[in-house]
Each structure stands twice: as C-alpha cells, then as structure tokens.
C-alpha cells in the first residue's frame, strides 16, 4: 500500500483521475468483458465512431447494448477518430449530436479524438493527418477545441499523433504546439507514448525532449501500443505488434518521473488471443509496481 | 499563415493523395533519409488501403476486368464522390450506383451483383428493398432494370445437372433479357443471390424461410430460366 506521500506524489496536480490498466476493446474481446471484467483491466476504451448513427440516422442497437453491458461493469472511455480538429471545413453539427447523444448514454470517463485534420472540402479521407506548428495553427485549432466542448459541454482530451511528414513552415516543435494548444483551449492530452517514439525515429527528435516538455498536468490518459518497422527504417504506426523495449522504457521513465497515469494498450491489427493481450497489461502493472516500490524504498524496488 | 493558407496546405495535401497536380511535396522537410515523396507515400499507402477494403466487396467485378482496372474504377469514384464520413462502409454501396452514371452497363450490374452477394451474406433477411434500385431508376431515360443472365463458369452441361449441383458452378453475368428486379419473384431473387456462392438447394431453401417460396417455386424459377436462355454455358472471360 502507498504512503499518503506517495499517492500525493503520484498524482500532484493532475486534472484527470488514475482510473488504473485499461484496453482499448474490440469486438473480438466482447466474450472476456460481458460476464464482468477480467482482473487485469480497470476500464476500456473504445471507438466512438462504431456506436454513432450513420446510415440513414438509424443507431445499431447491438453495438450500443453491448457497449451498456460493458459499461455496468467498467468505465468506457470514448475515443475518437473523425472529429476532424484541425480540418479547415466547418465544425460537423451531425457529428456532435451523434456523438452528444452517445456520451449521453454512455457517461464515459473521457471523451478524446486526436489532434490532426482527416479531411477537407466535404472529403473524408480515412486518415489521422498532420498539421503545421505555427502560430495561426495553434489559434486555429484551440478556438476549434472550444467550440467544441461548448457543443459537448464537457472537457475534451486530445491525442499527439503519429506523423510522417514535417512542414516547411513549422515554426516550433510539436510537443510545443500541443502543448499550447492544451493551454489555450483548456483541454485534456492523451499522451501517446508509442507515437512519440515513432514520431521521435522519424523526425530526429529525442522521445524524452517530447515527454519533458508536455504540460503533465493535463495527461489525462497514456496510450501504449506497436509499431510496423518499414525496411527502409521508417515507422509505422499500425497498432498491429506488441509494444517494443524502448517504448516499455519511455513509459516507464515517464510515470517515475511525473506519476502513474490512466493507462492502455491499443492493439488493431494482428489481434492477438486475449491472453496474449492482457499479458502486456500485466506488464504495465508490473511497471507501475517497479515505480511505486521505488517511490517507498529504492531497496525493494531492486527486488522486484 | 492565415487560415487560407491552412487550407490551401490541406487541399494540396488531399490533392497529392489522389494524384492530382499539387505542390504539397515543396512544402515538406527533406532530409537525407527519407525524402517528402517518401514520407507522403504513408498518406498514399491508407487511400491504397481503402481501394483494397472496397474492392474486397467486388470480386466478381474483379473476375471481369482485373485487379488493377477495379482499382482505378474505386480510385475515380472516390475522388469523383468522395466518403463524407469516417463511415468506410458507406462507400461499397455508392460505387456501384456510380458506375451505372459514368461506365459500361455490364461493370455497373456486375457491382451491383456484388454487393447484393455481400448483402446476402451479412444480412440473412436480404430482399429487393437492399439494392439501389431507385437511385438507378432515375439516371437517364434509358430504363435500368437489373437484368442478369447466369452463365455456368466450368461447364455447358452444367444446366442439365440435378439443380443441387448447379450453384458451384455459377456466376452472374449481366445482358439484356427478360428479367426485372421489380418483377423478380423471392425465390428468383434468391437464386441469384446465392448462386456465386456454393450453396446448395437445402440452403437456398433454407433462406427461403418466412419468404412462403416453395421448393417448387425455386425449381420453377429455374427451369424457366434455363428454357428462355437466361442461363448460357461459356466463360466469363472468354466472352469478353
């Protein structure tokens, strides 16, 4: 059991509570969490959009019944993937009554989409999209996050992404763009730790400069997941292999240093059998217990 | 950067995705590793994707021209009527309805035979109201009707097989003939929709459940199919 210095410690200032191990849930994984949640996971995330009213206005009523019964057991995190923040196009009414509606239902912990653009002129195109660091960007994309949780009437959370290009015009690093913006727009951040890794390796950039610099404060979850290393050395952010060593480290450098929080493993592709799964959320457990020993006595800390 | 300029870089960025004429790659850092055009592949590598995950839904169509003529087909349709939602599986249905506007009638009822075929398979309660029958309706002044023709895929002498026997060797192929969706009657509509598939009668029956077709409606529908030259015996391929 922690101190009261320590469980101070852990979580000084933080916006968000520690809601402990969570995963992001897939259908395949539906059979381990309708009886009621395995041991190893303290609350789930899934995708907004697969619960939203898309064809013809009409909600899938399987989806969303299943999603109540996980929901009388754990905590639902809601992340989404169409928000479209950073998009130049008008804000989507449509959207933000499906989703209002949903949350509505639903009562997430989180609420959280990713800060990129997926589209432009009307155009969905599938894809979480980069932006440029600049000035007018951060303002732009801030004012947006506002009007945003007006329409929500909640406080959003915002995730870095994984990127592949870098703009000309980039006037400041990322982990300083994100960072304003969080200020600015009075948000949350989902810290994705594996894709400031490949971010990091694409970019040239130190993880640890990005993990320093982030305002901790406002990490109101922590994202782990895999990676597709191309031949050429470029990586991919696929969600589609376990978590490699450096990411494991860069977690776990960064919950000694700033505190335990709210964390999950994504995993999309190549799903593996759910022991497989929960076997890296044992890991982050392990993890958490390696940092919250050393927080009480380095010497047993060295023991586990 | 005014906004403008913002959505100027988006459009350009959206633009090199789909191959159209844009100065995106200027506005990117090279380095001595990767250069833009290689980093913007990432990008390029999810619009493939998505031509992958839509032309999963078309295999007879695939059949009919080839892989790579099917992905050109997807990849115009999706910069001609691009998805508005993050909704993927919004797109499979449009294409089809897409290629009765702008391409030959046998690729866009071959589509429209697919998706029916994906339909069936994902809904056990499949019945004409599926297909996008009005949309196709109000096209032009010709009359669209679906008008399909089972061909036998391996053998002529397929048609004279005990009916049981027949489906595996069964693909839809589309010509003028006497057929219309709105006359079809359930037990024809289901044979069409389960004839690419190999499914026997009993099976065919068996979805014929709550739809008050008989064996014999089926065997019937079939029989009149046969007589009338709906059915021909030769490969897909080889007639085209």
Redesign the interface.
Known sequence: MLSPGVQLRANPFRMFKNQGIGVGLKPEYYDHFLSGPPSSVQWVEVIS?NFLR??NGILASEPIQTLEKIRSHLPVRMHG??MSIG??DPLCPD?FRNLKEIVGRIQPEIVSDHLC???????????L?P??Y?E??VK?VSNRILQAQDMLGRRLVFENLSS??????SEMTEWEFVSEIAKRADCGLLLDINNVYVSGS?H?FNPLDYLKNVPHERVAQIHLAGHSVKP???L?DTHSHPVCDDVWKLYQWYIQKYGVQSTMVERDGNLPEWQELEAELIHIKKIQDVVNAREQSPAVAATI | MQESNLRLLQQQFKNDLFKKTSNVLAELKNDSDYSAARRMSVYRGTIVLTIEYVAGDFSTLEQLVGQKRLHELIEEFLRAEPSETADMSDISPRFPIYLAKHHDRKIAETARYDWAQVLASTEFETDLQHLPISELQDLDNSQLVLTPSLQLFESPLAVNKDLAEIPTYLALRLVDDELNIDTLTAAEFQILLALKSDVTLPEILSRLEGLNSTEAEVSQAFTKWVQNGTIIGFRIKEQL
Not at chain 1, 117 to 127: K, T
Not at chain 1, 164 to 169: D, G, H, L
Request: glycine share 8%.
């Open positions: 959009e898309w064809k993937v169409s998009s130049t959207y653009w997926i589209g432009v002129d009307g155009q969905n195109l599938h894809d999209l932006l440029p600049t007018e960007t732009w592949y290009v870098e703009f000309e015009q694409n040239k050429d050395g470029f991919i």
